[in-house]
């Protein structure tokens, strides 16, 4: 079987590591790997948006290290290869755009472009509004397109049965995506498992797909043993409530159980739990909120709409994952004043889970609270999209009105075995790493080895050039005129 590997992200935790395992396993069934790699040949991307030529240095000889440790170096080929054609068109693809909203309009062919490069600045700043940089949107977009033509290019010339890429949400990634789907090649999108020591595959989509998500949270739950996976699931409630969460970082160490001074138990508590707005507004159509503009939006009218519901107060608790996010929307958030407002700041050590248990109601727009409330037996209501959404765990309103009606109501809570699917699922899915060992998020052994940059001499001269402290400005210029010389080999 002949199986190519897209290289990128190599700089992130584990990511290159995710590569290597998937190559070593190709390699012991006796398979031909190629991995297609970038040598510094991307004007802007996710590990390096600004083309610092000694950031590419660094993810150049990770990637290198990382053959050591494999019981064969694969075929490497540049993933770069474009014709006059594939050129020109990339020349006269729009560039410039006043805001997000008008970007994520940009398609090219069936590749939603606009999406891919918009999903990828909105990460980068944690802002689903950003002020574009039309130069650094312009690199994006150049980038990208190389990328989609270039990997089309690629599968029609060479016999290939499998690609390999990471996320399939982000820029260059999901250009891949979009080319294997164009010449009809198989694409598995690698990310993270269920906790550290799994990875995940996804063919043909990514875990973001909502529809094909649902459907393996009912799948995988109805395939399982009744016993072991309620006792799974339990478990990875409990593991979270604990604030011991092994998929990512735990944002709940050093939390308190104590309420609110204000907490008045005759009053009527309805609690609202936003999350990080650019973790939806990066994603697809498919994501798109059915009920307000965004979660300030749908937050804000929340408020305004029940000061008059007698004997209510509402606690909104920002996330803690804002803690050092400044945008336009948490600052809009924070200003809101109301006498029957409470907000809990990101960095308040009140824990969520203590509110939730106290409170009446809870609303979400679309984070794990909304099935971890269920889980806890409390009337969730979702204002938003998630991977929960339709599956019968939480009140879901078709309008506003509708929302505002239910907090008048005496809710019940809907079944919990819903939400213990939605665990089940999150708490198993994924592959177990069988050579790499993570020790902490971002560290692990490959083989017994760390697969590390080198600080090279070849590193320090690249560094002493492009990022001279003495002559800054000079530096600067060199690194532009580098980064403009790498553009004109995208375009005609």
Known sequence: MNVAIFNSHTLLASHYETELEIIYDHQEKGDHVVQLICESDLPAC?????????????????????????NKKPEIKRFFYLTEEDKLRIKQVPKAFVNVAELKKLKVDNYEIGYSVASSIISYFRDPNPTLDPKWVERYIIGCLGVYFSMINYLKENSTEIVYVFNGRLSHTKAVLQACKSVHVKCILHERGNSMPFYSLFENTSIHDLKNTQRLIIENWEKADPSERIERATQWFQTRIGGKMENWFSFLENQTFELPENWDVSKKNILICNSSEDEFASLNDEWKNHLYANQTDGILKIINDTKDIENIH????????????????LRILLAIKSPHLTIIPANSLISTYNLVSHASQVITFGSTIGMEATFMEKPSILAGKSFYHNLGGTYEPETHQELIELLRKDLQPKPKEIALMFAFFFGTFGVRFKHYSPEDFGMGKFKGNYIISENSLKYKIIKAVFENKVFPKFSEWLRIRKREKLIQRFLP
Do not use: M, Q, T, W
């Open 46 to 70: 996710d590990i390096n948006p600004f083309y610092h030529p000694e950031a590419c240095e660094r993810c150049i000889s990770k990637r290198k290290n990382g053959y050591a440790a494999l």
């Open 314 to 329: 509402i606690y909104l608790r920002i996330h803690p994952h804002l803690a050092k996010v400044d945008n336009h929307d």
